[in-house]
């Protein structure tokens, strides 16, 4: 950092951000339960972004453009690269705002349970633990990865940010497969910030179980509107709507009318209202250094907070807060078994769910789920799509009284959406 | 003119020979892959300029894969120097070799190395780095001011470009190869709003090659505008199996994501695919011949991979009847197959798996005017958005922006939106009725394996008459 810092002034910039990352991987691959594969990542780099203010029209403007640099690099190619994109900034005529100013801090470990071994480690105990799992007699993991990674971050700033943090993570994916009555396969991605070796342990159970499930699954759903509740990872996929809505810079583009103290799900709601906080996934900030904190996002469905970049904070005037991933939501009131008592959809697999937060549209393949008839009889169903619009959906959505936690969500592990429309058979 | 070569490899690749010489004295196979890629992306909308490396498509290192007692393993790095040598064979014996030591091991024979040398470099016509900033970003705003003009009710268009130059050097023990290479992209986004409801559409196009793509935006603004503001109109469609004709986009939707991703031979080793049980069998209508590889100039052209297989252009769907799969090196050793040039990696940082590269149906004899007036009732789908693959079940799931009514042969004007495509691939497959004489290919997007390793990839073809669902 020193060196890139002593570049920097070199080359006479007075307003920049740097951010170094220092990385370590050691990476597994399994094909059934063999190993096929061992990897070992190491890299680092520093993001620089170099910032050019100029009067356009009597008007204060301030340019910015980004370069990576590998810690290997040589001092004249780095330079010429800062000067170069000094050169990029003049061009980049955007209107003034302000970084976020001093941030000091040694460097902070968030490692938790994670720090204290090494990454190989860490990497033979979690895959140990996801296979000891692997005992169904008829399901079982057709193949596995797992990436065991530290970060060392460092964001240095010319507004006085010099913070600090590590971080360990474990991430991956697997696939279940169950070939009777019918071969079929699930696919599943996990991340931790700890060692979660028992919240592996669960997820391979419950996704052998949803394949089995599926292995006997034929019939598609009729088509036609159902009351349907999804869970699990599908949970903050469709909350992410409220996560990129309150945006400073969707809201900056006109995109999102997300304003503080306003009622952002509206008044005649039916369902559960929103009490939503942003949560922290890295203590600062990895692009300005703010400090992260939790705050909260959503009160009774009033936006209370807008997150995002300092650039459009400050254009929308509001608090420079940071960017955030995460969010946390209170239990809701209504258990899952209740919900299941209505006659409804459970959709325990997509090929693959999306929610599109500019027009507000979910949809996603239906690869298997639960249908309820209301009188305590239930049957599995696949294929066919649900295509719904959260705009409308939101006013009517009832959270359930049990959580979950995963990397990115702290909240109620299903929610109930009511006269969503179902394409099938 | 020549994409230029990598000082970064020319000047390290003494280091990388001497690097495979040492781990050749202990180990039956070694090879390095080392990558200097640049990419740089220009943006003009409202939310202002940008011009940025790219995360994506910036990347500096090598990797190393080494073959010990039938297994492999890798080591990527991004600095190296006569010190770091050693280093790095001692972090292959000491500690790579015995990772998961208590585990079984996938076996392999030892990949065969044949003697290949060369150094090539693909052709560009207008470098972006001669054109400038200044004159990219001046280009950039005329789009981004002109969609305004053309109608009031535009709330945001984003006018974009990037490019990616990118050297390669393939080192083991036969092989000493090096290609360089450059892609852009280009894209206009035009957003409208209806109450609370953002609505979008644009259009990109793509080359091998530099900025001469550019202008594309000029030309597709017009239309762009005119379709994001019909969309203000869409309407919810009436779930059903209908008669669609797919835009060559959507069409090569259905070839990557549909169909593809189930032929990458990797997945064969895992026992994922259903393709493996159907080699020879009859998947698509005879109307339909896909191929994958370097039979077209796009952004996924290369002369070799990233595992040192040269690049060729492989034919996976002859006349209807599925031929072969596509496979990088480790899944041919494991299937008993030569590799087809298709091990990719997201950057040296990341494992090859089997991948795509440019990917299409090839044209056929219909006119696309007849297609349409072929169609009793029916869409026209165009502007694909996102799709997801199933190789094991052979499942579709695709999102389509916009379904065009069709009634009688022609269009009615009325448009529905947000569109989710499902159905078996087979028997959308087998449905094709007419393929149009014209094709077109993309190589805008990237594509992943499962959620992650993002590659840049290819698609397209014809405008295809078939039958799906529709929801």
Known sequence: MDRILRLLKECGIKTYTVTSTKKESVELFFIKKNVDMRRMNRKNVFSITVYKDMLEEGKKIRGFASILVNESDADDEIKNRIMQSLDSAKYVKNPYFELPVRELSKEVDCCGDLSGKSLDEIAEEFASAAYSADCDEKAFINSFEVFVTEKHVRVVTSEETDVSYVTREIEGEFVAQCKEPQDVETYMDFKYNFLGKEEIKELIKNTLQVTKDRAKATAGPKSGKYDVILSDRYVPVLLQFFLDRANAGLIYQGFSSFKTGENVQGTDVNGDVFDITYGVTNAFDSAYGNKMEERPMLEGGVLRNIHGAPRFSHYIGVPKIGTYEKVKIPAGSMGMTEMKNRKCMHIVNFSDFQMDPLSGHFGGEIRLAYLYDGEGNVSVVTGGSINGSFLSAMKNVRLSRETEKLWNYEGPKAVLLTDISVAGE | ?471
């Open chain 2, 1 to 471: 003119m020549k994409v230029k070569e990598s000082n970064f490899i020319k000047e390290n690749k003494p280091l990388f020979k001497a690097l495979i010489g040492k781990l050749l004295e202990k180990y039956e196979y070694a090879s390095l892959f080392a990558e200097d890629s640049y990419g740089k992306t220009y943006s003009v909308s409202k939310l202002g300029t940008n011009i940025q490396e790219s995360d994506l498509n910036t990347h500096r290192g090598f990797v190393i894969k080494v073959y010990d007692k039938g297994t492999f393993l890798e080591y990527s790095d991004n600095a190296i120097d006569e010190k770091r040598i050693d280093y790095i064979v001692k972090t292959i014996d000491e500690r790579i070799t015995h990772l998961y030591e208590k585990g079984e091991f996938n076996k392999y024979k030892a990949p065969e190395d044949e003697t290949v040398s060369f150094d090539k470099s693909a052709d560009m016509k207008i470098d972006p780095e001669e054109m400038g900033d200044a004159s990219i970003v001046e280009y950039l705003t005329k789009i981004n001011k002109g969609a305004a003009k053309l109608d009031e009710r535009v709330i945001n268009c984003t006018a974009m470009t990037a490019y990616k130059r990118m050297s390669h050097l393939f080192l083991s023990k036969n092989k000493d190869m090096t290609q360089n290479f450059m892609w852009t992209q280009a894209t206009v986004a035009v957003y409208t709003k209806r109450d609370e409801e953002v609505k979008r559409y644009m259009k990109s196009a793509s080359v091998l090659g530099g900025m001469e793509v550019l202008n594309i935006l000029e030309e597709a603004l017009p239309e762009v505008v005119k379709c994001a503001v019909e969309l203000l109109d869409s309407e919810q469609i009436e779930p059903g199996e209908y008669d669609c004709i797919c835009t060559p986009e959507t069409t090569g939707m259905i070839v990557h994501e549909a169909f593809g991703h189930g032929v990458e031979m990797d997945m064969f080793v895992k026992d994922r695919a259903e393709a493996k049980n159907t080699i020879g069998e009859m998947v698509a209508s005879e109307l339909v011949t896909m191929h994958d590889g370097n039979g077209i100039d796009q952004t996924a052209t290369f002369f070799f991979d990233d595992e040192g297989t040269l690049a060729s252009d492989t034919i996976i769907i002859d006349h209807g009847k599925l031929v072969t799969g596509m496979c990088d090196l480790q899944s041919g050793l494991a299937l008993n197959v030569k590799p087809t040039g298709n091990g990719r990696r997201e950057s040296y940082e990341r494992k090859a798996y089997t991948r795509m590269t440019n990917t299409y149906f090839e044209k056929g004899t219909d006119k696309l005017e007849d297609m349409i007036a072929s169609i009793d009732y029916g869409f026209m789908l165009e502007n694909p958005m996102s799709g997801m693959e199933d190789p094991k079940n052979w499942g579709i799931q695709m999102m389509v922006n916009v379904a065009r009514e069709i009634k009688d042969g022609k269009f009615t004007g009325k448009i529905f939106s947000p569109i989710v495509m499902t159905g078996y691939v087979p028997t959308l497959l087998k449905s094709i009725s007419m393929v149009s004489d014209e094709a077109h290919y993309n190589g805008s997007g990237y594509c992943g394996k499962g959620y992650k390793e993002w590659v840049k990839v290819s698609d397209g073809g014809a405008y295809i008459k078939a039958r799906i669902r529709l929801g």
